[in-house]
């Protein structure tokens, strides 16, 4: 299993651009989800999908949007990037049974909006 | 509403030291789960270990062990006889049983330095 990637690993914006990044998964996991780690903030949840077709918002939501068409891969589209989302981005996967289990994480993507 | 609380921005400790890291925790919710994360300076984050609210038994794995008590809403983490590669950026962690949602509450993260 190759567990949960990420691409880009890094990535430059100019204010306005928009682009998508891509996460996925081989472990047949229902449960997707974003976070954003920013300094002195710890990592805060952007987005998630409990399985294909459903997603619902996190904390901060907002200048993200995101949709799961099939289990693997769950990507995360910033329609109109802005310097306040320079920050790095992770994507985690879990099972998901009416019991809280383990997330695992991607390596993350180092995002910066010039 | 769920928050965890790192109130140790930085330790640093000498090598073969002990050296614990605190986490507080809030929730109304009877059942829930904790979770530490370690985040090297290669930046990925490395799954610790995991306790529901129902177990309250301490854990020990090696150097790492966890002290949990709900009695004061705590879930430490103590590493013995410290080492370099213990330095990184560890996230205490918090989610609640909502079916199918296992989104995660982090703390603030707290920089361990061990200094050889």
């Known amino acids: 299993n190759a567990g949960v990637t990420q691409t880009p690993k890094f990535q430059v914006l100019k204010t306005g651009q928009s682009m998508t990044l891509q996460c996925a998964q081989d472990?047949?996991?229902?449960?997707m989800s974003w976070y954003r780690q920013d300094p002195g903030m710890g990592l805060r949840l952007i987005h998630y999908?409990?399985?294909?077709?459903?997603?619902d918002q996190g904390e901060v939501p907002n200048g993200y949007n995101v949709s799961r068409s099939t289990t693997e891969d769950f990507p995360l589209r910033l329609l109109s990037a802005a310097p306040s989302q320079t920050s790095v981005y992770f994507c985690a996967s879990s099972y998901s049974m009416g019991d809280t289990d383990t997330q695992y994480f991607g390596p993350g993507t180092r995002l910066t909006v010039l | 509403a769920q928050k965890v609380t790192q109130a140790q921005t930085e330790i640093s400790v000498v090598e073969k030291e002990d050296v614990t890291l605190d986490c507080v925790y809030e929730?109304?919710?009877?059942?829930?789960?904790l979770f530490w994360y370690k985040q090297p300076p290669s930046g990925e984050l490395v799954f610790l270990i995991r306790?529901?609210?129902?177990?309250?038994q301490n854990e020990i794995s090696g150097r790492y062990s966890w002290n949990f008590q709900k009695s004061t809403s705590s879930f430490n983490f103590t590493i013995t006889a410290s080492q370099v590669v213990d330095s990184a950026v560890y996230f205490c962690a918090l989610s609640v049983d909502q079916t199918g949602a296992n989104n995660l509450f982090f703390g603030t993260g707290t920089r361990l330095t061990v200094i050889p």
């Open positions: 472990m047949n996991h229902e449960y």
């Open positions: 929730t109304r919710d009877t059942t829930y789960y």
């Open positions: 306790r529901n609210s129902f177990d309250e």
């Open positions: 999908s409990v399985g294909a077709g459903i997603t």
